[in-house]
Structures are given as structure tokens and as C-alpha cells.
């Protein structure tokens, strides 16, 4: 009713000069966004979001090649970049140069990936990794949407440097890139087991139809008018680990149940505190 009260409510003729300025400041609003304060860490379901003023150890590059400039500021690198400037960073461990999450340019934000780095708490257990993640991103789309339809698509697209420098390298040329996946959940609550995975306790997973999908179906299917799925986005790499997860766990199905249709079967384990 709430919001029904406010997308529909009268509208006197004095009001009608300050609306906008209002609008503008709604939380809820179409251009709001979530910004990380100093000292505060915000928690997703798949990252961690900090000020750069509270990270230390971190290098930000415009690609994510190992020969790529960076630098341990993300005003250095915006300095140099070219016009426009970019929307979004790599960020990356300056000791192990290992890519970690992005900076978001617009919020001056650090996101950091659960499943790229490591936490001390008092009660140590396995992290989740990026299926994991991904699972519970879709069962919280399904809450909140009513969907149980999703395509998972890359974080964001390549620029045309990394493009340029993707066609100069003969090993880039030969696979080729990570497709996107349309997913369909069935069921958001099944438990199994199988002597073929890590111990023999049963493990919670959601089962759900996929199929693996070039990037412009995808966005085809984001951008129609009609269209009946919800945005997931992922790293690169994680979109392919996610395929080759849920491929495996094709194989723990029963010949007869592995395809539907045009869709494969396949199962991602949902991630549980103190689990192996």
C-alpha cells in the first residue's frame, strides 16, 4: 500500500515545484545507489563493500593482465585513463597480484569477492566459493522478485584495450569466451547425497534447469520488454566455473533426468556455516 500511496498519491499544485528535489533524495529511488562510509563495511550476499580510505594492500589497474599499470591509489589510474573514464577498476593483492574484486568509480567503492579472499573470525569454517554464491544470489532473487528465471552475465564488458589485447593473444583465440546462463529454478530446497562428492553427510542444493547461452541472447532477454528473467552478474571466471559446477553435478542425476527439453538439469550446493 505504501507504495502504491506513493506512485499514486494527489498532487497539489505547491508540491509539484519540490518533487523533484525530493525524489532525488529517496533512498528507494531509481538513481539512488549504496555508497561505503568511512569505518563502516557493508556485507552482500556475494561481497564485501569498504571506503579505499579503510583498505590497505591493494593495487587498482584498468585490466586485468598481469602487464597492466596499477597503482596502490585509484585517483592515479583515473588520472591517466582516457575520456570518458572508466566506469569500474580492478583491484587486485599487491603481495600476490591476485584479482580480488573491482572498485566502483561512480560510489568510490572497494567490492571485494567472498570467494577471493580469506576472513579471521573466532569460529573458523569454509568459506563459500563463487557457486555457493551465486546460489544464494538466486534464491534471494526468487524471494524478492518472484522470479525463479535468471541470466548471469559478465560483472561488466571488457574495454577496448583488454579486447584489442585479447585478439593479440593466440591462446585467447583458441577458447572461447565464457557464455552467459540462463537459469530456471525448480526447486530452492532439496538435500542429496552421493559417494561421489567430499564425505558422505547430505548436502543442501537447489535443483534448476540451465542452459549456456551466447552473451548477445542474453541481452536480448534483458532488455526485451516482455521479459520474464532477472540480471545476475558475475566475474568472467566465475560464470565459467559455475557452468563446468553445474555440468558435474549433471553427472550425479540419473541418465533419464539430466535434459528437459532444450534446458540440462544440474544442481549448486547452497553454502552452510561450518560445513566442509
Not at 9 to 23: F, I, S
Not at 169 to 183: G, I, M, Q, R
Not at 225 to 238: F, G, I, K, R, Y
Request: aromatic share 6%.
Amino acid at each position: 500500500m505504501m507504495d502504491f500511496w506513493h506512485c499514486h498519491k494527489p498532487t497539489t499544485d505547491d508540491e509539484r515545484a519540490a518533487d523533484h528535489e525530493h525524489l532525488a533524495k529517496r533512498g528507494y529511488g531509481a538513481g539512488s545507489s549504496i555508497a561505503a562510509q568511512p569505518g563502516v563495511g557493508m556485507v552482500d550476499l556475494t561481497s564485501f563493500l569498504f571506503r579505499e580510505s579503510d583498505c590497505a594492500g591493494l593495487k587498482f589497474s584498468q585490466s586485468p593482465s598481469p602487464g597492466a599499470a596499477s597503482d596502490i591509489t585509484s585517483s592515479a589510474i583515473l588520472a591517466r585513463a582516457s575520456d570518458p573514464p572508466p566506469r569500474t577498476l580492478y583491484v587486485s593483492c599487491s603481495g600476490c597480484a591476485a584479482h580480488i574484486g573491482f572498485f566502483n568509480v561512480a560510489t568510490s567503492s572497494v567490492v571485494l569477492l567472498k570467494w577471493r579472499v580469506s576472513c579471521r573470525t573466532t569460529s573458523p569454517g569454509a568459506a563459500p566459493n563463487s557457486s555457493e554464491c551465486l546460489a544464494a544470489t538466486l534464491i534471494a532473487t526468487l524471494s524478492r522478485s518472484g522470479s525463479s528465471k535468471s541470466v548471469v552475465v559478465p560483472a561488466f564488458q571488457p574495454s577496448h584495450q583488454d579486447a584489442a589485447a585479447a585478439d593479440d593473444d593466440d591462446d585467447a583465440k583458441s577458447s572461447p569466451s565464457p557464455p552467459a546462463l540462463h537459469l530456471w529454478i525448480l526447486n530452492a530446497n532439496i538435500t542429496y547425497a552421493s559417494s561421489r562428492c567430499r564425505g558422505a553427510a547430505p548436502r543442501p542444493a537447489i535443483k534448476l534447469l540451465y542452459r549456456e547461452i551466447p552473451q548477445a541472447e542474453a541481452d536480448a532477454m534483458l532488455e526485451s520488454m516482455t521479459s520474464d528473467v532477472q540480471e545476475v552478474t558475475l566475474p568472467l571466471a566465475e560464470i565459467a566455473g559455475a557452468a563446468e559446477a553445474l555440468r558435474a553435478s549433471g553427472e550425479l542425476l540419473p541418465p533419464g533426468e539430466r535434459v528437459f527439453r532444450e534446458w540440462n538439469v544440474g544442481l549448486l550446493d547452497k553454502w552452510v556455516a561450518g560445513g566442509v
